[in-house]
Every structure is written in C-alpha cells, then in structure tokens.
C-alpha cells in the first residue's frame, strides 16, 4: 500500500513537471528497418537497427533523447540513426521511463540508461559501445557516468544544461519556483540537478565529447564551459552553428568529429574476387 501511494505521489509530479511524457505520437513509418524491443529490466521500450556496412569492428551507439513529446522517435526525425548506420555504426534508441512507450517508473532516468546498456551489451556483444545524449538525454549520461557506472566507454554530451532548474527558469516560471523550495527542503534533489557538481566526478570513462550550439539560448555555450572546465576525464570540444538541438545541421563536421574520437570504424571495400587468372 505504501509503495502504490509513492508511486502515485511520483507519477503526479512526473505529469506536473515532464508534460510532454504523455504526448507521445508513435508514426509505424519512421520506424521503417528498426526492430522493436522490450529491455526486461525496467520494461524500457526501444527499436534498434544494424548497420550493413562491412567494418573493421562492431561498434553499437546507444542513442539518449531530449526532453521531447517525440522521445527516441527523435533521432529518426533528425536522421542522428541515418548518418550513423551509413557511417557503419548500429543504432539504439530507446524511451525513457514516463516518456513515449515506457511506462514511468519513477525519477531515476539514468537507470534506464543502464538497464538499456547492459540489456545492449549482452544481447549484440558489440566491441564497442558509445552513449550518446542530448539535453535531456545527455543530463541522465552525466548522472550515470557521475557515479562511475559506465566505465571504459566513450560518452557524448550533447546540449547539456549546467543545472536542471535553469531550464523551467527559461521555459516555465512556475515550475522554477517550485523546485526552488523542492531543493531547500531536499537538498539530495539539489545536489541531483547539479551537473557541473556531477560532471567532475565522472573518472572512469575514457574519452567525454562535448558538443554546444553557438545560437543555443536554452543549453548555452556558457554552460558547456563550466562543465569543461570541472572535466577530469579526457575529454573534447565542438561548437556548431545554429539553435538547440540543431548541432546535426552541421553534418559533415558533426560526425566527422564523432567518428574521429570515439573507437573509429573504418569502412571497408567490399572484397571481390577476380576468376579470370584461375
């Protein structure tokens, strides 16, 4: 009875404060080459897709979407899962819990993350994973990596706020106030906001790719640099023109910078056989 009452009191701020968890449209025909999937864990819903190129390695991107009515449909509208596969990547998207088909579960997004990665892991075994966030997605990386749960891979955080409660201060004043006095009271709430305090504790990934939209008025270029400069990782900068959420506009460079500092994928001729000397 307790833990249906939790329940009920989170999902009420969960409708409060995420309002476009519910909006979710799933379109059959952006989904076109995706198989769908179920993660068991956390019942996290999310699609896949394998690229046919012939490469050098198997090298899977796990795909972390904003705070967006479309949720992973996102990447398909965008083409972030096109210019992937072409460039001999597979691809997985995936809802986090409250948002597109996953059922919310609670305020733990980042565990959805994890719940994808091992599911991901353990069912293609890939020779390399990389996660890629943006915004919203990119926050929940660094609260994952924060507490050191994704070791040994390459992250990329993409349009990522330096406090969450910046972003209500901008979209939504009501709801800024409201967490104001939400951190006062619960200061473990605060300290979960706070991703410049999270991102310094990040030590155990081996390369962090930063990438900020120099019209970006919502995830600034100002944030970013805070959260550089606390980095103790290695890590790398790129700043693209245009507004938020737009950095894949700026395609060549934007991939090229991808596909040159996580574990390169080289593409490979298809390899022909020539009879005529046999």
Not at 226 to 252: M, R
Request: charged content about 25%; some cysteine.
């Amino acid at each position: 009875m307790k833990s249906h009452i939790s329940y009920k009191v989170k999902k009420y701020f969960f409708d409060k404060i995420f309002t476009r968890g519910k909006l979710y449209h799933h379109d059959p025909l952006l989904y076109a080459g995706m198989t769908a999937f179920k993660e068991p864990e956390r019942n996290i819903a999310g699609s896949y897709a394998m690229s046919n190129e012939v490469r050098n390695m198997n090298h899977m991107v796990i795909l972390a979407h904003p705070y967006l009515a479309a949720a992973k449909s996102f990447f398909l509208k965008e083409n972030h899962v096109k210019e992937y596969i072409k460039r001999g990547y597979d691809v997985v998207i995936f809802d986090f819990n409250g948002f597109g088909e996953s059922d919310f579960i609670d305020f733990d997004f980042y565990k959805d993350i994890l719940a994808v990665f091992t599911w991901a892991k353990e069912q293609f075994k890939p020779d390399a994973i990389t996660v890629h966030g943006i915004s919203f997605g990119a926050s929940q990386i660094v609260r994952a990596a924060g507490r050191n749960l994704l070791p040994n891979i390459k992250i990329i955080i993409e349009n990522c706020l330096d406090n969450s409660i910046h972003y209500f201060k901008v979209r939504n004043q009501k709801l800024y106030y409201f967490l104001k006095i939400v951190y006062l009271i619960n200061p473990e709430a605060k300290k979960e906001a706070d991703f410049v305090g999270m991102v310094k504790n990040i030590q155990n990934v081996s390369k962090i790719l930063y990438i900020y939209c120099n019209n970006d008025r919502l995830t600034t270029t100002n944030m970013g640099m805070k959260l550089v400069q606390k980095t103790v990782a290695p890590y790398v900068y790129l700043e693209c023109p245009g507004e938020h959420l737009k950095a894949i506009l700026d395609t060549e460079n934007y991939m090229n910078f991808i596909n040159d500092n996580i574990d390169q994928i080289e593409i490979l001729p298809v390899r022909t056989i020539d009879f005529s000397d046999t």
